[in-house]
């Protein structure tokens, strides 16, 4: 190699090679798992963003106190009434909460305070190891006496303070947290499948917008999921039954699309989406069209199959004014049009989902949506 050539691959290293910042101060990177996810367990909070009136100092000071003592962090960054009170206040005087948007009827204050409080649910479940409202399908990947458990908590609390220099008062801070405590343990299913609309379900919203409603008598038929009882099946029977049972209804030309709902949930630790594995069914053994089966692979509970259906009916532009056709099993179908099932959704969500109609054979159950589904209601911070 000549000597011109020498250095021109010299200075060739040089600049391809990376310039080293001489500072400790965190670098901003978009992480989308972290982003999608925020954004869905906590909108509201999100759009609140630094605002300094949502720093408060006895807060700031309590968590201070802890130093790097990862249980004690975590109590301390859990929001009090106190905390939740003066936050609402401060906010309030600065007139912020006008540019916040809510959905449905419920007031942006009021859905700020439950945003809070499924952050208090998830720093309690996945960073204190306490008991949550359904143990069966939620908490910690490591058993909350072992080491594995406290060294995850840590790593996440170094996460959250390496991922943002918001102080750790602040909301932004406590929700940054939250996710990381929720990444660690792998609990980020609601961020699996967005935007959900513009992939899976890309088809059945063009299908959607040309489709003449009223020659059909439902504009939907819905088809909740049930898990199997190991981790290694993928559709257990009684899901296989309600692919059956749709395919016929869908054939029957009782509605155009089948909307399929239900995310990875039992049993606890599978990675099987309930939804996703119906629709490869209908797909795959009875030849549904793939434009024709709408996903909904959030939902984790009877309630919120329904709520999320109507969610989705909503984001394609399938009216609200026509009746849907809930297909299921015969013991599933019974308990949703239950007392119990009316009062597990005004416990759980606040409100009924919509108005359960005529029985038509025990499988078929028929439902007029409700908007109030619209509404913002996180009682289980991950079922949003």
Request: net charge positive; aromatic share 6%; glycine share 6%.
């Amino acid at each position: 190699m000549t000597g011109l050539r020498m250095v021109i691959a010299a200075l060739a290293m040089t600049a391809a090679a990376p310039v080293w910042a001489e500072t400790s101060a965190p670098v901003a990177v978009s992480d989308t798992v972290v982003d999608t996810l925020s954004e869905r367990l906590f909108p509201m909070l999100g759009a609140l963003g630094r605002l300094p009136t949502a720093t408060l100092d006895t807060r700031a000071r309590r968590i201070a106190a802890c130093g790097d003592v990862p249980a004690c962090v975590i109590e301390a960054t859990i929001w009090t009434d106190q905390d939740r009170a003066m936050m609402a206040e401060r906010v309030a005087k600065t007139g912020a909460l006008r540019s916040i948007k809510t959905n449905a009827d419920l007031p942006v204050a009021v859905g700020l305070d439950q945003e809070l409080e499924a952050l208090n649910v998830v720093l309690r479940v996945y960073g204190l190891g306490l008991q949550g409202r359904y143990p069966k399908i939620d908490g910690p990947i490591f058993a909350t006496d072992t080491p594995f458990f406290a060294d995850s908590v840590k790593v996440a609390i170094d996460t959250a303070r390496a991922a943002s220099d918001a102080p750790p008062a602040t909301i932004v801070a406590s929700v940054r947290l939250a996710v990381a405590l929720l990444d660690a343990n792998d609990a980020t299913a609601a961020t699996r499948f967005e935007p959900l609309d513009q992939r899976e379900n890309a088809g059945a919203r063009t299908l959607a917008a040309r489709t003449d409603w009223k020659a059909f008598r439902y504009s939907l038929l819905i088809v909740p999921g049930v898990g199997p009882e190991d981790t290694s099946t993928k559709l257990s029977p009684r899901s296989k039954l309600h692919a059956l049972l749709a395919a016929q209804r869908y054939r029957q030309g009782l509605a155009p699309f089948i909307l399929v709902s239900g995310s990875a949930v039992h049993p606890r630790g599978t990675r099987f989406v309930e939804a996703v594995e119906i629709r490869r069914a209908l797909i795959e053994r009875y030849g549904i069209p793939a434009d024709r089966v709408i996903l909904e692979p959030y939902a984790r509970h009877t309630t919120t199959n329904l709520r999320n259906a109507t969610r989705r009916m909503v984001a394609l532009g399938i009216p609200l004014d026509r009746p849907t056709l809930i297909v299921t099993d015969a013991e599933q179908s019974k308990y949703i049009e239950s007392q119990t099932f009316t009062d597990r959704n005004r416990t759980e969500l606040g409100y009924l989902p919509g108005a359960v109609g005529r029985r038509l054979s025990a499988y078929d159950l028929e439902f007029q949506p409700s908007r109030l589904s619209l509404r913002q209601d996180p009682r289980d911070p991950l079922d949003p």
